[in-house]
């Protein structure tokens, strides 16, 4: 166990709708990273937020957005969801910068029909 | 960005030691190397990290060349238990490049 948990564990929805994945980083932790995971695309990051704040942004799409809240959960996005959408989305936290060590947490699985 | 490339699949048997290298050609100044593995529906677990030379944990080795352009985690005597996807991931402050992951079989 990472410390990090991710909810939902699983998540079916359709074209077109929107969804928020939620994470909760290991106590301490300032970091929060969104990473999506599918076959053709392996791991792919998305953005980082360090202490409420937007750090880093990787591959996000538009139609994606993050937010870190006071208390350092970050929820993450996802609108007008098309069936490339589907994936494993991963949330980890570090301590501090992205030289730190991440915890995963067990991931969010998100099916688009 | 620095690109990394892996390769995509190793075999081994128990009690070898395993290498696997990550090319890393554009890696910048302050870009670090850090390996994690990764079981079937879990998240990725952190192996080790480093910038330059080596580094040596409870678990593995990480060999890193002077030019930096590529690394080598080693895994001393595997187990069954070891088999998983390994990824290399090469970044610091700003974006996080993951490899497309190893698969290491280990096999009796």
């Known amino acids: 166990d990472s410390g990090v948990t991710q909810t939902p564990k699983h998540l079916i929805t359709a074209t077109g709708q929107r969804v928020t994945l939620r994470c909760s980083p290991r106590?301490?932790?300032?970091?929060v990273y969104w990473y999506q995971q599918s076959l053709d695309q392996g791991l792919q990051f998305l953005i980082q937020y360090y202490n409420g704040e937007e750090r880093a942004k990787g591959n996000i799409l538009e139609r994606f957005s993050a937010q870190q809240f006071p208390d350092l959960h970050s929820e993450l996005n996802l609108s007008s969801l098309e069936l490339g959408d589907s994936a494993l989305y991963f949330c980890?936290?570090?301590?501090?910068?992205?030289?730190?060590?991440?915890?995963f947490g067990p991931g969010t699985r998100l099916t688009v029909l | 960005l620095a690109k990394t490339t892996q390769p995509i699949s190793m075999d081994s048997y128990e009690g070898q030691e395993v290498n696997i290298t990550c090319s890393h050609n554009?890696?910048?100044?302050?870009?670090?190397i850090t390996w994690y593995q990764q079981f079937p529906s879990q998240g990725p677990r952190f192996i080790i990290q480093g910038y330059k030379t080596k580094v040596t944990n409870e678990v593995a080795s990480l060999f890193i060349p002077a030019d930096r352009k590529s690394s080598t985690l080693s895994l001393p005597r595997v187990s069954l238990s070891d088999t998983a996807v390994y990824y290399c991931l090469v970044g610091g402050q700003g974006n996080l490049i993951f490899g497309k992951g190893t698969k290491l079989s280990v096999k009796p």
């Open positions: 106590s301490g932790d300032l970091s």
């Open positions: 980890a936290s570090s301590e501090r910068t992205t030289y730190n060590e991440q915890f």
């Open positions: 554009n890696i910048a100044t302050n870009d670090y």
